[in-house]
């Protein structure tokens, strides 16, 4: 982190992160000049590690990552012209922290938010299809334009004003830490994702490009075509018509766990209430004539 006048903060959400933590820090080293830590009560050694690369840590208790941010928003004590969103699991590249210091200092006063390609890195494994890469994502953007919309899961930075730019270099997922550990987790994010997919939100006015685009096939298509089915065909059309066949082994893992598991998964959980109810083929004859 440089001692020079604040210009770009970065938030990181974290809670028992001591693995990922060293590495997310490490590479804000080049771009930002603040760093804020919201933590949600760890017990392992995050908070040491983030004092002592020198971010500063603020505790509140965590309710999902969309409140969590914008209550980060509202409470950090930044005067930074520029806000940076990282996950504790994600690296910014060389390349990246220069394109984003370049497109802060010469940008159009008309762009107040920067959009970041994102690669995912699973077991190793530097993902390139099955619709992995580019990912872009609103991750940085001018103080007091973006807030985080009010989702439980898939949430994104949402810009009130402007326009939006794409910078160079990669915003690197890592993952799994632990691959038993990130199953359970996902158990958890479909819990939460099934609350927004009964809510039938729709994709905000304010998102651009893939964010929007994404959103709409989402609720308009994927959520009318018939639960389970479904998910079976978005794995075969990310895992054979968008080539995450070519990204191997660990690559099959991944598309199968995130594309078909996953969201059976979720199919199972929204319908698991209708699936308990007795059918009237099921009752006794009696209980059916009533």
């Known amino acids: 982190m440089t001692t020079d006048q604040p210009g770009i903060a970065a938030i990181i959400l974290t ?40 971010a500063t840590v603020l505790f509140h208790k965590f309710e999902n990552h969309a409140r969590q941010m914008n209550w980060a928003l509202g ?21 990246l922290a220069r394109s984003i210091r370049t497109a802060v200092d010469r940008c159009d006063a008309q762009v107040n938010g920067l959009l970041m390609p994102r690669r995912t890195v699973f077991l190793g494994k530097r993902l390139r ?10 991750r940085a953007w001018r103080s007091g334009t973006a807030s985080c919309e009010d989702r439980w899961m898939d949430e994104h930075m949402v810009l009130s004003s402007g326009q939006t730019a794409k910078v160079e270099g990669e915003l690197l997922h890592i993952i799994p830490k632990d691959l038993a550990e990130w199953s359970r987790k996902h158990v958890w994010y ?28 989402k609720n308009g298509v994927f959520y009318r075509l018939p639960p389970v089915w479904r998910a079976f065909g978005y794995w075969v059309f990310r895992y054979i018509f968008m080539l995450g066949i070519l990204d191997g082994g660990r690559g099959f893992v991944y598309h199968f766990l995130q594309a078909a598991w996953y969201r059976v998964l979720v199919d199972c959980m929204l319908c698991q209430d209708d699936w308990r109810r007795p059918s009237a083929a099921t009752q006794s004859p009696q209980k059916a004539a009533e």
């Open 15 to 54: 809670k028992n992160e001591e693995q990922d933590l060293p590495g997310c820090l490490e590479s804000l080293r080049l771009v930002a000049d603040e760093v804020y830590v919201i933590d949600s009560g760890s017990t392992d050694r995050t908070l040491e590690i983030a004092a002592a690369a020198g």
């Open 75 to 95: 409470n950090v004590p930044s005067n930074a012209a520029w806000m940076i969103r990282l996950d504790a699991d994600e690296r910014i590249s060389p390349e």
């Open 129 to 138: 299809f099955g619709g992995t890469y580019p990912v872009w994502l609103l």
């Open 190 to 217: 479909a819990e939460r994702e099934c609350i927004d997919a009964r809510s039938n939100g729709t994709a905000s006015e304010n998102f651009g490009g893939q964010a929007k685009w994404k959103r709409t096939a």
